[in-house]
C-alpha cells in the first residue's frame, strides 16, 4: 500500500515537475522572440530604413510640411551609430559599401554640413533636399536661377515658384557664409568638388574653400606673403579626400539650402527618400481626436518620392 502511495505522489511530482519545465520553456522562448523581434527592428532602422518627418516647406509641392518619409540608408551605404546613445559623445562608426552613388534628381536626406544660420530647420537636424550637381559638375547662378554644366538646372514639375527659382528676401542679405560663396542671385562657377580632384590654391580665393579643407581634417593658415600652408606645410594645390553633393529645395523661393551654406560631404549622406508613409496638416494647436482625423491627408499616404 505505501508504494502505491509513493508511485502516485511521484507521478504527481513529475507533473508538477513537468509543468514548471513548460512554462520556463514558454518563457525563454518569449524572451528569445522580444530580443530577436528587437535586434531586427535595430537593425533594420541602422542600415535599412528610417522614418523622418518634414519640418518645413523647402521642398513644397513634392514634401509638403507634416509628411513622414520612408528613407533607404542601404543604396548610398548604411553608417553604423556615430555617437554613444542618447548622448553626444562621439565613437568609431563604420561606413557599408554603397549600392549606389547619389544621382542628379535625387531626393536625398543628409545631416546638415553648414554652420549656423537663418535656415529652416536646426543645424542638428537632419535636412531633405534634392541633388541638383553631383561631383565634377560646374554650377553658376545668375539672376537668381541655377545652371549646371552650363545648363539651367530642372525644375521638378510639382516644385512651388515654377521655373522661376528667386531665393526669398528673408535669406538675402549680409549673411552670406565662407563655405559656399554662393551669393543666391550670382556667383562665379563652381566646380562640386570629389575624391582627388585637386584644387589650385593659387587660384582660387582661399576663403572659398577653407571651410571645406578644414572639415576633411586639416588646418589651414594664410601668410604674411599670400601663401597657404596645410597643417604646415607650404603648398599651391589640395587634393579632396570625399565627394561632395550640390543640393537645393525644390520650394526654391523658401529653402535653405547649397546656395547659403555650400556642399554636402558624403560621410554626411543619410539616404535616398522613398515613400511617404503618412502625412497630416501641421498646426500648432491641440486637436480632439475628429480634428486629428479631419487633418490627415490620405490621398497622400504610399506616395513614392520622385
Given at each position: 500500500m505505501?508504494?502505491?502511495?509513493?508511485?502516485?505522489?511521484?507521478w504527481?511530482?513529475?507533473?508538477?515537475d513537468?509543468?514548471?519545465l513548460?512554462?520556463?520553456?514558454?518563457?525563454r522562448?518569449?524572451l528569445?522572440?522580444v530580443?530577436?523581434?528587437?535586434s531586427?527592428?535595430l537593425?533594420l532602422?541602422?542600415f535599412?530604413?528610417?522614418?523622418?518627418?518634414i519640418?518645413?516647406r523647402?521642398?513644397?509641392?513634392?514634401l509638403l510640411?507634416?509628411d513622414?518619409?520612408?528613407v533607404?540608408?542601404?543604396?548610398?551605404g548604411?553608417?553604423?551609430p556615430r555617437?554613444?546613445?542618447f548622448?553626444s559623445i562621439p565613437?568609431p562608426?563604420l561606413t557599408l559599401?554603397a549600392f549606389?552613388?547619389p544621382h542628379r534628381?535625387?531626393?536625398?536626406v543628409?545631416?546638415?554640413p553648414?554652420a549656423?544660420?537663418?535656415?529652416?530647420?536646426?543645424p542638428s537636424a537632419?535636412y531633405?533636399?534634392?541633388?541638383?550637381a553631383?561631383p565634377?559638375d560646374t554650377?553658376?547662378i545668375?539672376?537668381?536661377?541655377?545652371?549646371?554644366n552650363?545648363?539651367p538646372?530642372p525644375v521638378?514639375?510639382l516644385?512651388?515658384?515654377?521655373?522661376?527659382?528667386?531665393?526669398?528676401?528673408?535669406?538675402?542679405?549680409d549673411w552670406i557664409?565662407r563655405l559656399g560663396?554662393?551669393?543666391?542671385?550670382?556667383?562665379?562657377?563652381?566646380?562640386?568638388p570629389?575624391?582627388d580632384?585637386?584644387?589650385?590654391?593659387?587660384?582660387?580665393?582661399i576663403?572659398w574653400?577653407?571651410?571645406?579643407i578644414e572639415?576633411?581634417?586639416h588646418r589651414v593658415?594664410i601668410?604674411?606673403?599670400?601663401?597657404?600652408a596645410?597643417d604646415?606645410?607650404?603648398?599651391?594645390t589640395?587634393?579632396?579626400?570625399r565627394?561632395?553633393?550640390f543640393?537645393?529645395?525644390d520650394?526654391?523661393n523658401?529653402?535653405?539650402d547649397?546656395r547659403?551654406?555650400g556642399f554636402?560631404?558624403?560621410?554626411?549622406i543619410?539616404?535616398r527618400?522613398m515613400?511617404v508613409?503618412?502625412?497630416?496638416?501641421?498646426?500648432?494647436?491641440?486637436m480632439?481626436l475628429?480634428?486629428r482625423?479631419r487633418a490627415v491627408?490620405?490621398p497622400r499616404?504610399?506616395?513614392i518620392?520622385?
Open positions: 505505501n508504494s502505491g502511495a509513493e508511485r502516485k505522489t511521484g504527481r511530482e513529475a507533473i508538477l513537468g509543468d514548471g513548460w512554462q520556463a520553456l514558454r518563457i522562448d518569449a528569445l522572440i530580443v530577436a523581434t528587437a531586427a527592428a537593425f532602422r541602422t535599412v530604413l528610417e522614418a523622418y518627418r519640418p518645413s523647402s521642398m513644397e509641392r513634392t510640411a507634416g513622414f518619409l520612408l533607404n540608408k542601404f543604396v548610398y548604411a553608417t553604423t555617437y554613444v546613445p548622448t565613437i562608426h559599401p549606389a552613388s534628381g535625387d531626393v536625398m543628409f545631416r546638415f553648414g549656423q544660420g537663418p535656415g529652416d530647420n536646426h537632419n531633405v533636399k534634392r541633388v541638383v553631383i565634377g554650377v553658376v545668375e539672376g537668381g536661377n541655377v545652371f549646371v552650363g545648363a538646372a521638378p514639375h516644385a512651388s515658384g515654377g521655373a522661376r527659382p528667386f531665393p526669398s528676401a528673408r535669406f538675402v542679405g557664409p560663396a554662393l551669393h543666391p542671385t550670382r556667383s562665379r562657377p563652381v566646380v562640386v570629389g575624391t580632384q585637386v584644387l589650385r590654391l593659387s587660384t582660387d580665393p576663403d574653400w577653407r571651410q571645406l572639415q576633411e581634417g593658415e601668410l604674411h606673403d599670400g601663401r597657404v596645410i604646415g606645410t607650404i603648398t599651391e589640395y587634393r579632396f579626400s565627394n561632395y553633393y543640393v537645393l529645395g520650394n526654391r523658401d529653402s535653405y547649397s547659403y551654406w554636402v560631404p558624403d560621410d554626411n543619410i539616404g527618400a515613400m508613409y503618412w502625412s497630416w496638416e501641421e498646426t500648432v494647436l491641440p480632439s475628429p480634428e482625423l491627408r490620405w499616404i504610399g506616395t518620392v520622385r
